[in-house]
């Protein structure tokens, strides 16, 4: 997250931003509104923190979000955002988004003054706002004790904060309706900005941020479908494939022997399959009515690898008794796939499974 400080020929006004990519930040557009001269901040007083000037590379009043350049520094380590959109159905989504608020200001101990971040998770009614084009966030709303006797709304400063679902951004923190009350925030919606930017300012965008805007695009949060590569974008395949090379390598058994148990592939013993071909010669068949069938007939073909069998493209079944070997032919073609997979070879090591949700406001001086 950034803390974004504009001067203007009225004074100066502070708003709220995120590092999209290396030197880009997202902002709202009235943040930047005559601005000039704009800084962005990003975690002060830490013992990382960055602060330069910045530049506005682009900017919409009408979606109210603007792109900000700033110099890249090697020690801010960051990753190109991704961006989504939002179902159009009867549902509740989880989001959160951090900026720096009015209400946060505070006082140190040399009795300097600063605003702190607010981090705040939030629902959004997804059919609610429909006419404005925003998302409508419910948040925990701020205690008057919290911003003072002042007037005015105590989210100012929150603007141009990103909003995340599901760990993809869905919009940008762009307005507080009084009318609200405190608990309410409005967001521009990413899925609505292709419909208002002619194909020239999307184009723009688009370069800018490092992705396409049209809603046929953008994965849809809440709904996503979860392959090889979304797995892999945000690491629960690597996890998934060290955890599941760990288990690979055990003993479908516990130890019951003293000492150490040598891996499973040190002391594994390759199957062998005789493939069995059952032939169903019919007898010819009458008009309506059916074929009558032979005895079935049965002829062995050649001795072939268990793992080969089981890894082919055909379908198959494992059928044995207990201590048969079935779990550890599993788990050998298991280690097999993941291997494969190591290789960067196109072969699947079975079905993943689906991990845990991680799906889960003008508010500027």
């Known amino acids: 997250m950034a803390e974004v400080l504009v001067t203007h020929d009225a004074g100066e006004r502070r708003g709220s931003g995120y590092l999209v990519g290396p030197g880009t930040v997202l902002t709202a557009a009235h943040v930047v509104a005559g601005v000039r001269r704009a800084r962005v901040r990003v975690d002060a007083d830490r013992p990382d923190a960055y602060m330069n000037d910045a530049h506005v590379l682009w ?42 608020p009015r209400f946060k200001l505070r006082e140190g101990r040399d009795g300097s003054r600063f605003r702190d971040c607010e981090h705040v998770h939030a629902s959004c009614s997804v059919l609610a706002n429909r006419r404005e084009g925003t998302l409508d966030l419910r948040v925990p709303p701020p205690s008057p004790a919290e911003d003072g006797a002042r007037s005015g709304s105590p989210w100012e400063g929150m603007s141009g904060a990103a909003v995340f679902s599901d760990g993809l951004i869905v919009g940008v923190v762009s307005r507080h309706h009084l009318t609200d009350g405190p608990g309410r925030l409005g967001a521009s919606r990413v899925d609505r900005w292709a419909e208002t930017l002619s194909a020239d300012e999307r184009a723009r965008l688009e370069e800018l941020l490092g992705c396409r805007l049209t809603p046929d695009a953008l994965v849809c949060v809440g709904k996503r479908t979860r392959t090889a590569s979304t797995y892999a974008a945000d690491g629960q395949l690597e996890r998934y494939l060290a955890a599941a090379e760990r288990y690979a390598g055990t003993h479908p058994y516990d130890d019951v022997s003293f000492g150490r148990t040598p891996p499973l592939a040190d ?77 960067g070879e196109r072969r699947e090591a079975g079905e993943m499974p689906e991990g845990g949700e991680t799906r889960e406001a003008s508010t500027s001086d």
């Open 59 to 100: 900017q919409h009043r009408g979606v109210d979000v603007a792109v900000l350049g700033v110099p890249p520094r090697d020690s801010l380590s960051v990753s190109t955002a991704r961006f989504a959109r939002v179902p159009e159905d009867d549902v509740r989504l989880r989001c959160s988004a951090a900026g720096f």
């Open 267 to 343: 002391v594994y013993l390759r199957r062998c399959v005789r493939k069995r071909l059952i032939e169903n010669p019919e007898d010819g068949r009458e008009a309506g009515g059916t074929a009558s069938r032979e005895r079935p007939s049965e002829r062995l073909l050649e001795e072939v690898s268990a793992d080969e069998v089981f890894t082919g493209a055909e379908p198959c079944v494992v059928v044995a008794g207990a201590g048969g070997g079935k779990s550890s032919l599993l788990r050998r073609c298991l280690a097999l796939g993941i291997e494969a997979r190591r290789q």
